[in-house]
């Protein structure tokens, strides 16, 4: 694992193509679909049609399909369509995402 310093120094990376995501209430009451524009070591930049109110904490679901994979995040701006996140905590791991294996199948309202 790289320290926060040298990741800090590693630029952003920027998709030509918007990867397709969803943001998902840390409660899992609410979802958005979104896209990943741009994603960094300590947060991504992504384009949502619509905000859930007040953004304090939620998950950015990048993969529903096996294990998924998600990053803890918060809102840190948001200007129209586009927001900056800044991930949570440190990496997700196998023990931590076991907790959610189980729920991950449920029907999630919008």
Do not use: N
């Not at 790289?2 to 899992?28: N, Q, W």
């Not at 679901?61 to 900056?84: F, Y």
């Amino acid at each position: 694992m790289m320290s926060a310093a040298a990741a800090e120094r590693v630029p952003p990376v920027t998709f030509e193509r918007a990867y397709k995501a969803r943001l998902v209430g840390i409660d899992g009451t609410w979802w958005r679909p979104c896209e990943v524009v741009e994603v960094s070591a300590s947060g991504a930049q992504i384009a949502v049609d619509s905000y859930p109110g007040k953004l304090d904490e939620f998950f950015l679901v990048l993969s529903s399909v096996g294990t998924p994979a998600h990053r803890r995040c918060k809102a840190v701006w948001i200007r129209g369509g586009r927001m900056g996140v800044q991930f949570l905590g440190a990496r997700v791991g196998r023990k931590r995402l076991s907790a959610l294996d189980s729920r991950i199948d449920e029907p999630v309202v919008g």
